[in-house]
């Protein structure tokens, strides 16, 4: 299983865009990079997941560069909501159960 | 959009005593998992579980722990001879049988060991 580092804790700012870089620098070929969404007391959040390049949804984009050892979780224009926990996970999605690093604390604030 | 369901959403027990959690995941989905997460920890595999049967375990599911799926909806995990060490959020998770599919959580168990 690949690990993943990711920073901590960040804090924005409401309406700004938040950047989240995980590093995967030992991602194996086969494997997707799934980036999830935690609040206290809730389960995981799915966000977006990809596998190279640029994928786009209505919450979030994710950049992931050619070589495949980094990448980044885009948020654009956050609010207070989006005070949560994110993780990054890589791995084989055909039955290869997570394993979950801390997450980056994303505090949004007014 | 279809969810993953857990209940109870809360569980106070005594030490020694089981407990069931009953997990229905989405559908159409098979492969099926169970994590826990101890108050202001990670996020913890417990065990797999496709085709009626484990498929992977974590070390923290030992002989305390099982699961089943009796009915082919719910998914259920039971802890035997709860220990205070075992208070913690109990996610259920499923998933779609095919490459790129991802892993859907529930809204958890909170299990509390008194």
Not at chain 1, 65 to 85: E, G, H, I, M, Q
Not at chain 2, 8 to 37: D, K
Request: proline share 5%; with cysteine.
């Amino acid at each position: 299983l690949a690990k993943t580092t990711q920073p901590i804790s960040m804090d924005s700012y409401e309406g700004q865009e938040v950047n989240i870089t995980c590093s995967h620098n030992n991602i194996a070929t086969n494997d997707y990079i799934t980036w999830y969404q935690q609040f206290p007391s809730q389960g995981p959040r799915f966000i977006i997941q990809g596998y190279k390049t640029k994928v786009t949804n209505e919450v979030a984009s994710l950049f992931i560069p050619a070589d495949r050892k980094s990448s980044t979780l885009s948020l654009p224009r956050v609010s207070l909501s989006d005070t949560a926990v994110y993780y990054c996970l890589v791995g084989l999605l055909g039955g290869q159960n997570f394993v979950f690093g801390p997450g980056t604390r994303l505090s949004v604030l007014p | 959009e279809p969810e993953v369901t857990q209940t109870p959403s809360h569980q106070v027990t005594q030490m020694g005593q089981e407990v069931i959690l009953r997990c229905v995941p989405i559908s159409n989905h098979l492969y099926f998992y169970w994590y826990r997460q101890i108050l202001g920890q990670k996020v913890e595999f417990l065990v797999s579980f496709y085709n009626n049967e484990i498929s992977e375990k974590s070390e923290i599911f030992d002989d305390q722990f099982s699961v089943e799926r009796p009915d082919g909806s719910n998914f259920t995990l039971k802890i035997r001879s709860t220990k205070l060490e075992d208070s913690a959020m109990y996610f259920c998770a499923s998933r779609n049988r095919g490459l790129g599919e991802t892993q859907y959580f529930g809204p958890g168990t909170r299990l509390l060991v008194l």
